[in-house]
């Protein structure tokens, strides 16, 4: 069936990709393998010809572009967006502390982590480091530990009696992985472990000392179908990396080109303000350079429409009552519709409706979402840059169970019917009876 080869490509995809740096890695090396140009930034651009284009920032984030001989201007852009990164546990800058011949890892927590499940994993380690070889040149490598080599262990139920009725976990002092049983109490060196790690992945390069890292531990288990038909998936980072996928390969596998954005963005999870996230610059500045007339722009930006996907809670049959009776979507039952009416979600009556006849065409089932009265609603990459750029906006995503969990879960399907939608969206020509591209009334 075709929604399983598709959904083993996105399981391989996510393995690959255990932190933001990783996941767009892998994007480059997808788009490159079929002929997208990489830009770099600190150079200056040129008029680009026809053709597909992609830009990095700061190795976490990406934009990827296809242009046709006609003028974005006239024909506004199929623009989508999702974002790389995805609560975890960050490594601290000096992480190591012995304790009762332990040596464990402090960590800091990013983002709105649930905590609770990542107790008694098999953690391992991943990020980038920043070295110095012996001629002060500086770089930077991503890395990889690919094994376990931490672990976070319960507190026994023996000595905490009531853990089960009422538990509260401190960041700070009960969420310090172990990594290593000391016989002294001496700290290991952390760069000569980090050089060591080089040296395995890199034999060719030859630092001379790590001056920095943005590591996070992970869990090692892979993403795997699950269910007794294969229903499920279930894996860390489906949030969003299922997006980020389920994107890229709808741009690629679009039946016509048309001028198309793709922007993967990093931080969405802290809140999106940095220069990689979608409350920084990094479109705005892409745009300017893509159009540097402003009129162009604004004409194009008018005549544009921005998909901005991002998972969505499905219900949970333990807790049905978590969600608003009239709005429970169910898994492998198509791409959630977001609405909130504070704006938590961008989504407007006539953005919702191009998606609903998106999802039509592809013969994709569609669902809605919005979130109890009684209940704090998340956001998404979507309101900020409709607010960043003036772009009119829908919010979607996959439903999907445990979001911000070290193992989420989805549909099998889920993937597969977004990315139909979404190849929709890249391939539809002309003005497409109204959006995008055309002069709406």
Known sequence: MPHISFTTNLLDFIARAPTAFHAVSSVSDILADRGFVEIQEPSPWKPLPPGAYFIRRND???????????????????????HTDSPGLKLKPIPGRINHSYLQFG???YGGAL?????????????????????????????????PIGVIPSLAIHLDREVNKNRSINKQTDLV?????MEEDRL??????????????????????????????????????????????????????????????????????QNSLVVLNDHEETGSLSGTGARGPF??????????????????LSRSLFISVDNAHGVHPNFAGKHDQNHRPL???????????????????????????????AAVPVQDFVMRNDLACGSTIGPITAGEIGVEVVDV?????????????TGSRDGWYVYNALKEFFSSGGTDNGWPGSDRQ
């Not at 994993?121 to 991503?142: E, F, K, P, Y």
């Not at 290991?188 to 030859?206: G, S």
């Not at 479109?283 to 194009?300: A, F, G, T, W």
Request: glycine fraction near 4%; aromatic fraction near 8%.
């Open 177 to 181: 992985p172990i990594v290593m049983l």
């Open 283 to 300: 479109l705005q500045s892409v745009l300017e350079r893509l159009m540097p007339e402003i009129n162009d722009r604004r004409c194009c």
């Open 331 to 361: 898994l492998n039952c198509g791409p959630v519709i977001k609405h909130n009416a504070n704006q938590h979600y961008a989504t407007t009556s006539r953005t919702a409706s191009y998606f609903r006849r998106l999802c039509q065409r």
């Open 115 to 147: 905590l609770a499940p990542w107790f008694d994993r098999d953690l391992s380690l991943a990020g980038r480091v920043t070295w110095q070889d012996q001629d002060g040149a500086i770089g930077s490598s991503l890395i990889d530990f690919r094994r």
């Open 397 to 409: 995503g996959v439903p999907s169970l445990a979001m911000h969990s070290i193992r989420e879960m």
């Open 188 to 257: 290991p060196d952390l760069n000569v472990i980090l050089l060591e790690q080089l040296a395995r992945q890199y034999p060719a390069i030859r630092p001379s000392v790590v001056t920095d890292h943005e590591l996070f531990f992970y869990d090692s288990q892979p993403p795997a179908f699950v269910g007794l038909q294969n229903e499920f998936i279930a894996g860390s980072r489906l949030d969003n990396l299922l997006s980020c996928y389920a994107l890229i390969q709808a741009m690629l596998d679009s039946r016509t080109r």
């Open 60 to 82: 976490s984030s990406l934009i990827a572009l296809t242009l046709t001989d006609e003028k974005p201007a006239l024909t506004g852009l199929r623009m989508a967006g999702a």
């Open 107 to 109: 960590v800091e927590v």
